[in-house]
């Protein structure tokens, strides 16, 4: 797990920290990650988009809370998908494409008639239709998953591991400084990394900061919360 700062949310963060980056990028509509997805001199774009159903199915709910059947119709059908790959959950990319384009790609496919089914008889500037186009523009994003058993329908780890500071932040407004922010984003990270690795992270933190002293410091690795060894005894400093 790693966490970030910046000062702001300027495009050029995320393009400076994911320059060398070469692969998929499970995010959401966030236009800063544009530069990213697009072709340059000639040479394919750097970095693949692949879009989140979490986040069109959040707009979709926004509309059905007002009302609306045709709404409601369209959560039923992205949750059939969400239906399938919970089954698929943990198995081999091979299989999980497999069952993805046996099951998943033919719902996909009647969702993409239903909304533009459904469209031209809204007025356009209703919120059902603007969440319809919405979809329907990030449609090759969205169903990329399909085609790579690696890649998954949504970004919903991520989402949770920046939940507690999404729900807190209006207690910490500031970092005080951008050091201040940067600190704040390494501790985040060992702590969140911790929990991955089956560690209390208050243990994991005071276990460190008694030995960090007396550590080689070309061994520092040694103590990240994937090496850390606690079966192994200690050797007396």
Do not use: C
């Not at 693949?48 to 199915?57: G, I, L, P, Q, Y």
């Not at 990394?193 to 209390?200: P, S, Y």
Request: proline share 5%; no cysteine.
């Amino acid at each position: 797990m790693l966490y970030r700062y910046s000062a702001d949310r300027r495009g050029e963060h995320p393009y400076r920290h994911l320059a060398r980056f070469r692969g998929f990028l499970h995010a959401d509509g966030y236009a800063g990650f544009g530069a990213l997805y697009q072709a340059d001199g000639g040479k394919a774009a750097p970095v693949t988009e692949v879009f989140r159903w979490a986040h069109v199915r959040r707009k979709f709910h926004d509309v059905h809370l007002t009302g609306s059947p045709l709404a409601k119709e369209a959560l039923d059908r992205i949750a059939q998908l969400f239906d399938i790959e919970r089954a698929a959950n943990g198995l081999p990319p091979e299989m999980r494409q497999r069952i993805r384009q046996s099951h998943a790609e033919p719902r996909i496919e009647e969702l993409a008639a239903f909304f533009d089914g459904t469209l031209p008889r809204l007025s356009g500037k209703r919120e059902l239709a603007g969440s319809i186009r919405y979809a329907r523009s990030r449609w090759a994003a969205l169903t990329r998953y399909l085609s790579d058993g690696r890649l998954e329908i949504s970004n919903n780890a991520a989402e949770r591991a920046i939940r507690p500071l999404a729900l807190g932040r209006k207690n910490w407004i500031f970092a005080g400084s951008d050091s201040g922010g940067e600190r704040a984003a390494a501790m985040y990270t060992l702590i969140e990394t911790a929990k991955l690795n089956g560690l209390a992270p208050e243990a994991y933190l005071r276990d460190v900061l008694g030995r960090i002293a007396d550590h080689p410091i070309n061994r520092i690795a040694d103590l990240l919360p994937w090496n850390i060894d606690y079966t192994r005894p200690r050797a007396a400093a």
